[in-house]
């Protein structure tokens, strides 16, 4: 009887690694296409030619540009440690750093747009607070089980306002101050936050 050998583990197949490779170069030239043209600027077209690919392939790994965007952007949201903070000031304090951060981060605006109208983007959005929020929630919120709930309103808030100003503009919230706006959204997210059952 022949001696068997011990069989070697199966190597991916070529076209396996040479898909991943194509994903990689083509999230890795979106990221700094997005970056530098901004959202509505860049192209399908351009992220290929920068990823030495035809086009098409963009769109059979990612569906649409929107699907490509939010599978390339990362966003910190950079979320302000409230556990230090008096109680009584973590609604002010959550409500101008959102404000900062949808006047100076233009990717997050755009996923914003892209999440109104595109399930990646809203899976991609969903997540980012979901994994940013959620412990924020947790420092000062006084039930551990309704930190979820919470969370969500407070995202209701800040998303509203975000989608009214920055990306519908509607003119009235358009022409609100920051410190406005602060004045009225950080007691309703106060509430939300710190408030007992209602």
């Not at 690919?53 to 910190?76: C, N, Q, T, W």
């Not at 979320?79 to 990717?107: C, I, K, Q, Y």
């Not at 975000?162 to 106060?190: C, D, G, K």
Request: with cysteine; hydrophobic share 45%; aromatic share 6%.
């Amino acid at each position: 009887m022949p001696d068997s050998k011990p069989t070697a583990p199966i190597a991916p197949t070529a076209p396996s690694r040479r898909s991943d490779a194509t994903r990689a170069a083509i999230l890795d030239a979106a990221r700094e296409r997005f970056a530098a043209d901004g959202y509505e600027r860049a192209t399908i077209r351009a992220i290929a030619r920068d990823a030495g690919i035809d086009p098409s392939m963009v769109m059979r790994y990612y569906g649409s540009k929107e699907g490509l965007f939010a599978a390339a952007v990362a966003v910190d949201l950079k979320l302000p440690d409230l556990g230090p903070l008096p109680r009584e000031e973590v609604g002010s304090a959550l409500v101008t750093h959102f404000l900062a951060m949808w006047e100076e981060n233009e990717v997050l605006t755009a996923l914003l747009r892209v999440g109104a109208s595109n399930q990646a983007g809203a899976e991609r959005m969903q997540g980012v607070f979901q994994d940013q929020l959620l412990p924020v929630a947790q420092q000062v919120c006084p039930d551990p089980e309704q930190v979820p709930a919470r969370a969500a309103l407070t995202a209701t808030q800040m998303l509203g306002m975000a989608l009214a100003r920055y990306v519908l503009r509607f003119p009235q919230a358009v022409a609100l101050s920051r410190q406005e706006i602060v004045a009225w959204l950080a007691p309703t997210v106060q509430r939300y936050l710190t408030a007992p059952n209602p």
